[in-house]
């Protein structure tokens, strides 16, 4: 064999090896990122399903003292079962923009209906002094904190898999084998705005 045949050989096997190891890195690293963002979806349904078992409890104890507030207690009820659905809806929901907003959007409404229940809460000085609902009042507010946090620590990991799945030339790869961009939770509608207070 001439020379110049077996520096090309080499130069090729060279680049096909370079090609395999370069593609297989991109490759794992994204399934890498995808299951971050799988995992931190996970803990975001973990937090909303230990909100929707705490409501049935705090509005049987409203009820026994705001038997006149049940049109608020209905919102709660009926607001709480729409997300009692969609709470484990699957890492699916990731892929579909519309899908991640109806999610949204239902657990947006859910927050709603919940702050009306304390705004009505303030009207029955008994309800507030009642150690039950002070317990499950406490636990509701820790897990709205949690929410807050675990939504944070998503959109974090969304960021990072969105970016690597997005620069060149790894958009390449990640195209070729299906991976696509992730949505982010956003702020509810019209948290832009300062609440009005009156005294």
Known sequence: MKKGVIITLVVVVVIIFWGFFTFKNYYNSFVTMEESVNQAWSQVENVYQRRADLIPN???????YAKHEKETL?????????????????????????AFAKFQQAQGALTS??????????????LKADQRFADLQSQLEGTENRIAVERRRFN??????NTAIRRFPANIIAGMFGFTKKAYFKSEAGAEKVPKVKF
């Open 58 to 64: 705090l509005v049987e104890v409203v009820k026994g």
């Open 74 to 98: 209905q919102a709660v009820v009926e607001a709480r079962s729409k997300v009692g659905g969609q709470i484990n809806v699957g890492k699916e929901v990731l892929n579909d923009p519309q």
């Open 113 to 126: 209906a919940l702050q009306r229940l304390m705004v009505v809460v303030e009207r029955y000085p008994d």
């Open 156 to 161: 974090e990991t969304v960021q990072t898999y």
